[in-house]
């Protein structure tokens, strides 16, 4: 089935830093999504992407979706302590809405 | 985005018990979803649960194991039956097709679960 390959697996930085974590596939997306999950909290809708070579920010955060639909990255600029958490990749795993995720990021931040 | 809760929260239960979980909606949405999340994992899908028909599950999780209802569009529940530790998980709920947005897929909190 469709896999979605995410690295790092884990990151600790100190705040101020940038991030960046990407995810790849050998199978094609239509739509990316990128999603947080804080401890103890349901995954948190973070950016969703729609089109091949989409570049779209919110806040400190931009998400591109790849040009060959394969793949997807997404960056923090300068990472504060309320970034830690986990952050996944996901997409739709056929013509239906059901996704399929990457193995996360978890994200540490050094004040 | 969508309101969703889900009840309990959290639980601590006995091998060989079930437990039933509720997800509830603010508004009428199209698709509705059961995630599991084992501890350290990432999401899987154990299935769809359809509106007055039978759920559909993915491979690996079956309908005894994991009975689904969802009576109406606002509101579905999974059953967690005969448990045993290896159920001990996080269970979230997701829905799909909001009257604002019908591509996005959004999470409920999700019900911790402890099996002993």
């Known amino acids: 089935g469709q896999q979605l390959n995410q690295s790092p697996q884990s990151m600790f930085i100190q705040e101020g830093e940038d991030v960046s974590m990407n995810c790849t596939s050998s199978?094609?997306?239509?739509?990316w999504l990128w999603y947080k999950q804080d401890p103890g909290e349901g995954p948190v809708l973070l950016i969703a992407l729609y089109k091949a070579g989409e570049l779209t920010s919110n806040g400190r955060l931009t998400a591109q979706f790849g040009i060959t639909r394969k793949d997807s990255f997404l960056n923090i600029s300068a990472s504060i302590p309320s970034d830690v958490g986990i952050y996944f990749c996901a997409g739709p795993l056929n013509a239906g809405n059901m996704l399929t995720f990457g193995g996360g990021t978890r994200l540490m931040v050094k004040p | 985005s969508a309101v969703i809760s889900q009840k309990p929260s959290r639980d601590i239960c006995q091998r060989g018990t079930s437990l039933t979980i509720q997800c509830q909606v603010d508004?009428?949405?199209?698709?509705m979803f059961w995630y599991r999340q084992q501890p350290g994992q990432s999401l899987t899908l154990i299935a769809t649960a359809n509106q007055g028909s039978e759920a559909t599950y993915e491979s690996g999780f079956v309908i005894d194991k994991f009975p689904i209802s969802r009576p109406n569009l606002t509101f579905s529940t999974l059953t967690v039956s005969n448990m045993s530790p290896e159920d001990s998980s996080i269970y979230l709920c997701s829905v799909a097709g909001t009257p604002k947005n019908e591509e996005t897929q959004y999470f409920g909190p999700g019900t911790r679960l402890l099996v002993l």
């Open positions: 508004s009428q949405v199209t698709m």
């Open positions: 199978s094609i997306f239509n739509t």
